[in-house]
């Protein structure tokens, strides 16, 4: 018996033994399912959506470039905020490809991650995929900045961000120019990650990444403490134009920054200090020098494009022998505003007519033709299409013809673009054209009548245009922004105020006509995009820009009808995006699929939001004299402050804002519409050596001029400042004299 008893012990406590460990291995099996439910924020919620169900929305887009995307296998989505839905009921994160037609990259990359079935079955199987236009929609290139900004890397388009169903990116990756060898890893990778994060901490992925979104606008929203130094506008202006005289280079013609950006406000904002009493005489002749070297060197330069004397609109390097060959015609009227200006104050009939010339090529070719950006799509290094090998231009044109070439756009054998601004030799043994050697000097080489230069000149590049033309594909933008055409109308004005031509005046009130029919819904307000095809709501750059341009117009005309439109877009903008904090965000709250309030401070991406915005609530208050605009000057100022002292360079719309001084200097304005006196005058006010430091406004009864007997009495100018007469002028000469005085100091 007792031989029998032990194996039946044995197998009793086998048996126990077992029993234990799967009741152990079930109580391990729940806890561990127990987390995972923690870990899963979607595990009370039924998936309503399946991924595949997805289709392409992008035929009916906006944008030509949007549109370029409606028939890729990627089903991809509109930007709007139905993607947080789908993302929802999907149970999926968003990829967001962030992208603009500029430069032909982010097509690139969408053809690419369509053409790559691993890439594409890996994103379609995961993701909500979205496009973003960054033409569209500005507020997603600005949060692409401060991500980058946050991983201490360069902000470039296009950038792929993952968010969570609630809007807050995951992760974020800059892919301009990446290495199509290296894409696959670089996607699949990144989202291998996303995907076992989600899946896997789907509570912690969504929570975190709340959790550092509202940091990050915390960061943003927040105002810098006082300064222990009060810095007002007038100081700020002085030493910060002072600061921005010194980063010139005169050996290189350039600023010692990294901006790629080409700097019209920089070589304004010097033209501006070379007039200003408030800088000593060495400093104003220093930055008048740089502002006519500067323009200049953009007219010699790579950045002009010689063959059709258009401009590209930024530079791949700090030196200006390589640039990025995309063109957009905002970028146009930028630099036309700027040859414009700096030809006023310096004088430079070259310079105006410079400006004149790019005003009449938007006109005739980018306005008649509808492009509003234009940029090669293959790889931009390749040649025989912007930058050029010698070889090539031997089979294209005769011997006589290449000599000439060779002489007037500095073609070299080897390339003449310098290593240190291509230290990859990517453009090794090729040519950027430039035309630093006047055709005097050219034709004195060439023993050659200079007319005879002129003309073959002009057919060598009429050659070497058609070749490219028929060589490169490109991408184009059809669509005009409110901005885009803002800066036009602002080049415009500025025009009419140096040739006082009723022609001139003329196309800028046809041009402000214009914005008012296809940008100012009614009821609406005001829309990004022409609202007869879609309203988008503006963004804070598109009532900067547009209110500066009719506050601008007004002041050349004395019309009210524009003072009363640029007066309501200011007001419709201070509505709709006043934060908190004082400040005007980009879009208001209601517009946001990130939740995210953005503003733009600086002019990293090419424009300064609030410190254009600045100058029209500068003049807002000088010609109403409304407190509401200056509190918000006040603010701005505030926040500005220390990150404009730290880098001028990146607020220089700012500080010509700046230069109008703490308080307003304001020209009144009396006298009849059709007085040739009060022509003149206004032409010397609006003046590019006067305006920067002033405000205009008609005479009204209760400012007090010609004795009390009605404005229109006496055609005469009084300026004030304070509610304090500084001088009357009753002439232009006197005029002169007493502006001259007071701003200048001569």
């Not at 059809?478 to 031509?501: E, G, H, N, W, Y």
């Not at 004795?707 to 229109?712: F, I, L, S, V």
Request: neutral net charge; glycine residues 4%.
């Amino acid at each position: 018996m007792r031989s029998l008893l032990l194996p039946i012990s044995l197998i009793s406590l086998i048996s126990l033994s077992f029993f234990t460990s799967s009741c152990e291995n079930e109580e391990r099996q729940k806890a561990k399912q127990k987390r995972l439910d923690e870990d899963n924020f979607f595990a009370d919620l039924d998936r309503s959506t399946s991924l595949s169900s997805l289709e392409n929305e992008l035929a009916d887009s906006h944008t030509n470039f949007a549109r370029s995307f409606a028939n890729d296998p990627i089903p991809w989505q509109k930007w709007d905020r139905s993607l947080l839905e789908k993302a929802s009921s999907s149970q999926s994160p968003i990829m967001a490809l962030v992208g603009s037609s500029l430069r032909g990259d982010s097509r690139q990359l969408g053809r690419i991650l369509s053409a790559n079935p691993k890439i594409r079955n890996f994103i379609t199987e995961f993701f909500v995929c979205t496009l973003v236009d960054a033409h569209e929609f500005p507020e997603m290139a600005l949060l692409s900045h401060h991500l980058s900004r946050e991983r201490g890397i360069l902000a470039t388009l296009p950038t792929i961000i993952w968010l969570s169903h609630e809007g807050s990116p995951l992760s974020w990756i800059p892919l301009a120019q990446a290495d199509i060898n290296d894409l696959e890893v670089i996607i699949q990778s990144s989202t291998m990650m996303i995907q076992d994060t989600w899946e896997s901490f789907s509570d912690y992925a969504i929570t975190d990444s709340r959790n550092k979104h509202q940091k990050r606008q915390l960061q943003i929203d927040q105002l810098p403490d006082e300064l222990d130094e009060q810095i007002d506008r007038n100081e700020l202006f002085r030493r910060s134009t002072r600061h921005l005289n010194s980063l010139y280079s005169p050996s290189d013609r350039n600023f010692d920054d990294n901006s790629k950006l080409i700097p019209t406000s920089r070589i304004e904002l010097l033209s501006i200090g070379s007039q200003s009493q408030q800088l000593t005489a060495e400093v104003r002749a220093q930055c008048l020098r740089a502002a006519q070297e500067l323009g200049q060197t953009l007219m010699q330069e790579a950045c002009k494009d010689h063959l059709e004397g258009t401009y590209f609109f930024a530079r791949r390097a700090e030196s200006w022998v390589l640039p990025i060959f995309s063109k957009t015609v905002s970028s146009q009227a930028r630099i036309a505003h700027m040859f414009l200006h700096i030809g006023g104050v310096l004088e430079e009939p070259e310079f105006v007519n410079e400006g004149r010339s790019l005003l009449s090529k938007i006109e005739s070719e980018w306005l008649a033709s509808s492009i509003s950006s234009c940029s090669p799509s293959q790889k931009l290094n390749e040649p025989q299409g912007f930058i050029w090998k010698l070889s090539d231009l031997e089979t294209l044109l005769s011997e006589d013809e290449l000599s000439l070439a060779v002489a007037a756009f500095l073609i070299k054998k080897d390339g003449n673009i310098p290593l240190e601004v291509d230290p990859t030799a990517n453009s090794v043994g090729l040519n950027s054209l430039s035309r630093r050697v006047p055709l005097k000097t050219v034709a004195k080489q060439l023993n050659r009548p200079l007319t005879e230069v002129q003309n073959s000149l002009k057919l060598i590049s009429k050659k070497l245009l058609k070749h490219r033309e028929d060589g490169t594909q490109y991408e184009e933008e059809s669509t005009f922004s409110l901005s885009d055409l803002a800066l036009i109308l602002k080049a415009k004005i500025t025009l009419a105020t140096l040739t006082r031509d009723p022609v001139d005046i003329q196309s800028a009130c046809v041009s402000a006509e214009q914005i008012l029919k296809n940008y100012k819904a009614p009821e609406k307000g005001l829309s990004r995009l022409p609202f007869h095809k879609h309203f988008t709501p503006a963004r804070c750059i598109d009532y900067a820009n547009c209110s500066n341009a009719f506050l601008l117009l007004y002041q050349t005309s004395l019309d009210e009808k524009w003072l009363t439109h640029g007066l309501e877009l200011l007001d419709e903008g201070i509505t709709k995006l006043k934060a908190d904090n004082g400040l005007l965000s980009e879009i208001s709250e209601s517009e946001w699929v990130i939740p995210l309030r953005n503003y733009g401070f600086t002019m990293t991406l090419g424009e300064s939001s609030l410190g254009v915005l600045d100058l029209s609530l500068n003049r807002a208050w000088a010609i109403t004299g409304d407190e509401k605009y200056r509190e918000i000057l006040k603010t701005q100022h505030r926040a500005l402050l220390p990150s404009t002292l730290k880098s001028p360079t990146l607020h220089t719309d700012y500080l010509a804002s700046c230069a109008l001084g703490n308080t307003p200097l304001l020209a009144l304005v009396s006298g009849t519409s059709d007085s040739s006196v009060r022509k003149e005058f206004l032409k010397i006010l609006n003046s590019p050596k006067h305006l920067p430091f002033l405000s205009i406004r008609a005479a009204k009864l209760g400012d007090g001029v010609n004795q009390g007997t009605t404005a229109k009495t006496k055609t005469e100018v009084t300026l004030t400042r304070d509610g304090k007469t500084l001088g009357r002028a009753t002439s232009p000469s006197a005029l002169k004299k007493l502006l001259s005085k007071i701003i200048s100091g001569k």
